[in-house]
C-alpha cells in the first residue's frame, strides 16, 4: 500500500491504568505489535512513542517521540510521512481487519478524506440529574473508528490551521472539518473497538485467541 501509516502510541493510558497502552500485552503481543502487524503492507509506518519509551525491537516501523497530546503526536508524525495518503490509527484497536483498511483507503483516495463509523446499538439518554433523562434518537448518530485516511497535504493544513486558531479535538476528522473540508463515512466493524477500560482487556483477550485462526 502507498500510505503512510501515523501510529500516535505516546498516551499513558489513564483511563486504564495500566501504563501505557502501547506495551500492553494482548493475546501474547503488545498493542503496539498488533498495531504494526496490521499494516504490514503499507510503504511506510510510523510511530510516536511516549518520551523515553525504549524503542522496540523487531517491528518494520520509524519511531518518534511522541507530543503531550494526541494532536501532537499526530503532527509530528505528520512531518515524516513521506507518501501522498495517510492513514492514522489508533493504537488501542488491535483487530483491524485488511478489508476494513481497504474501505478507508478506497474512499480516501476518492474523496481526501474518509473515516469508518458504526450505529449505535443501544438507546441513548440525557440524564436528568440522577434519572432517566430525554431519550436521543440514535438514528442520526454514529461511533466513529479508525484507522481514518486523508491526503497528506490536506491533514496538514488541518494541523497547522488548529494549531493557529488554538482548535483541540479527540481524533484528525474533526480538524480537516474545521476547514470546510467534507470528511467520508465508510462501514466500520465492530471488531475494531478501542481498548479503554480494563473490562475491555478480557474481550480482547477472547477475540485474540480466534483473530488469526
Do not use: C
Amino acid at each position: 500500500m502507498e500510505v503512510s501509516v501515523l501510529i500516535p502510541a505516546a498516551g499513558n493510558g489513564e483511563r486504564l491504568g495500566l501504563g501505557p497502552k502501547a506495551f500492553l500485552r494482548v493475546g501474547g503481543k503488545t498493542l503496539l505489535e498488533w498495531a504494526v502487524g496490521a499494516f504490514q503492507e503499507a510503504a511506510e509506518v510510523l510511530v510516536a512513542l511516549p518520551p523515553g519509551a525504549p524503542v522496540p525491537k523487531g517491528l518494520r516501523a520509524t519511531f518518534l517521540e511522541g507530543g503531550r497530546t494526541r494532536q501532537e503526536s499526530v503532527s509530528r508524525l505528520l512531518e515524516a510521512a513521506s507518501l501522498p495518503l495517510v492513514l492514522v490509527h489508533d493504537v488501542a484497536r488491535p483487530f483491524v481487519s485488511q478489508r476494513l483498511v481497504a474501505r478507508v483507503l478506497e474512499a480516501t483516495r476518492a474523496t481526501g478524506a474518509a473515516v469508518p463509523v458504526l450505529p449505535l446499538p443501544d438507546t441513548l439518554i440525557r440524564p436528568e440529574g440522577e434519572g432517566y433523562g430525554e431519550v436521543v434518537p440514535r438514528e442520526a448518530l454514529r461511533l466513529v473508528q479508525t484507522p481514518q485516511g486523508f491526503f497528506t497535504a490536506l491533514l496538514r493544513e488541518a494541523h497547522a490551521y488548529a494549531r493557529k486558531r488554538g482548535l483541540s479535538a479527540t481524533d484528525d476528522a474533526q480538524l480537516v472539518r474545521a476547514l470546510g473540508y467534507p470528511v467520508a463515512l465508510v462501514e466500520g466493524e465492530r471488531a475494531a473497538f478501542k481498548i479503554t477500560y480494563p473490562e475491555d482487556l478480557p474481550l480482547a483477550e477472547a477475540l485474540a485467541r480466534v483473530w488469526n485462526a
